[in-house]
């Protein structure tokens, strides 16, 4: 048995990280740098094409002024989201934290037979099963964690993690935004240059962001890449589209 235990804690010391580990930095910077490149690039490809049908003197200025525009605001709005998403997990978290605590002071053997059920669904029975159980529920701290990562599946949120994924999402969000912008500022006078400059870095950019993904976290890397670029090329066209029927509408 004592073999088996020990067997079970380093178990369950490898799989803890990978389990119920916080969202990582590559989480953060995938979410800010796809939907910041996704999104500037359809607003860049309408304004772009409304640019051309119009009588501006410079389209190109009208191109980079609501790039730019775009880009900014989608940035905070992208932190702002992670900064809150992440602050109500931990709510949630400490809410469910201080009811299990109450529950483990107020329904001992309700909370008891939550340990054991979830060791017998690991395949424990018998003596070695009630020693298991006796070890964890001696130990409150050890009692309350596995309670919150394996009957809730709820991981810890650090309270400076809001901060953190504010910023990496909003900074990735502006890498990914000027991505797509910087074509139309390298062929300022070839305005369809520019747009299909920005639609292939873009795709490109899209590409790496997915087999980076796969090849940091499982899955395979092309595969990866390519459902990435599909979905962002095809949701920035979708945005172009509907600033181009906009645009071509009589009157408008």
């Given amino acids: 048995m004592a073999t088996r235990f020990a067997f079970w804690r380093k178990e369950e010391e ?7 580990a916080q969202p990582g930095l590559l989480s953060d910077f995938i979410l800010g740098s796809q939907d910041g490149l996704v999104n500037v690039l359809g607003v860049l490809l309408g304004v772009a094409i409304a640019a051309t049908n119009s009588t501006a ?31 109500a997990r931990r709510d949630h978290y400490l809410s469910e934290l201080a009811r299990e605590e109450r529950e483990m002071r107020e329904l001992p053997d309700i909370e008891r037979k939550e340990v054991r059920d979830v060791f017998e669904r690991w395949g424990f029975e018998g003596q070695d099963l009630e020693e298991v159980v006796d070890r ?21 949120v650090d309270k400076g ?6 910023i990496l999402v909003g900074t990735a969000a502006i890498v ?6 910087i074509p139309f500022v390298l062929f300022p006078t070839a305005i369809f240059t520019g747009m299909a400059a920005s639609l292939i870095v873009a795709a490109v950019a899209l590409f790496v ?19 990435m670029l599909v979905i962002g090329i095809t949701s920035a066209i979708a945005g172009f589209l509907i600033a181009y029927l906009v645009g071509a509408a009589p009157g408008v």
């Fill in 14 to 20: 490898d799989l803890a990280p990978q389990e119920h």
């Fill in 57 to 87: 003197v410079d389209p190109f200025r009208i191109i980079l002024a609501g790039g730019l525009a775009a880009t900014f605001a989608e940035s905070i709005s992208m932190g702002a989201v992670a900064y809150t998403s992440t602050l």
């Fill in 136 to 156: 964890i529920i001696s130990k409150p701290k050890a009692w309350l964690e596995f309670m919150m990562a394996h009957e809730l599946n709820l991981a810890p």
């Fill in 161 to 166: 993690q809001a901060r953190k994924s504010a």
């Fill in 176 to 181: 990914g935004s000027f991505i797509p912008l």
């Fill in 209 to 227: 962001i997915g087999w980076y993904k796969a090849k940091t976290t499982v899955g395979r890397p092309g595969r990866s890449g390519l459902q």
